[in-house]
């Protein structure tokens, strides 16, 4: 059974920093290009980042480039998003998520508020 689990969300104030965890399982984690993806209140889901499945290549969305990066530990079958910089628009519950024999996942999601 396909499973993944985002961690790391909370409350910061605007120029803070956050790094969320997604523990992945019940796959080959490494064969797949994994990505983040956003909820904010009352939006639809929007695209944030993707990885390689070795971690080699990434892109961002242009709404977060310079301020977020994504990144992956194989031998942990972690995947992370290391946010710096944030804004009051980045809040949102934020979602990994794979597509995986046909199908995509994504976890119950984690939590981001920027407030001061």
């Known amino acids: 059974e396909v499973q ?9 104030q605007p120029g803070g920093s956050l790094r969320l965890s997604c523990a992945a399982s019940g ?5 797949y290009t994994m990505s983040w ?6 939006k639809g ?5 993707n990885i390689n ?3 080699s290549s990434t892109s961002n969305a242009d709404s ?3 301020r ?10 972690t995947l992370y998003l290391q946010m710096n910089s944030l804004k009051p628009e980045d809040t949102a519950v934020y979602y990994c998520q794979g597509y995986i024999g046909r199908e995509i996942y994504r976890g119950q999601g984690t939590q981001v508020t920027v407030s001061s």
């Open 4 to 12: 993944l689990v985002e961690s790391g969300g909370g409350l910061v």
């Open 27 to 31: 796959f080959a984690f490494g064969s």
């Open 37 to 42: 993806v956003r909820q904010a209140p009352g």
């Open 45 to 49: 889901l929007e695209w944030v980042s």
């Open 53 to 55: 499945s070795g971690g």
């Open 64 to 66: 977060v480039k310079g």
């Open 68 to 77: 977020f990066t994504v990144s992956r530990d194989n031998a942990k079958n």
